[in-house]
């Protein structure tokens, strides 16, 4: 009985669940940034792009 008291009471690997957790929102979270940054970065070399090749016409 005591040896099931003891586990109940430890929360050590309630902790490393919380940091699991934690850390897979931080990446979930950069993950959509760099996508949404990589987005827009193409949008803006195809414009840099088109104008260079106007311009070069």
Known sequence: MKTITEFLKDES??????????AALVSVAGITAFQSLGTSLGTMFSTVASTINGAGG
């Open 13 to 22: 690997g309630a902790t490393a669940i919380e940091y699991g957790l934690i």
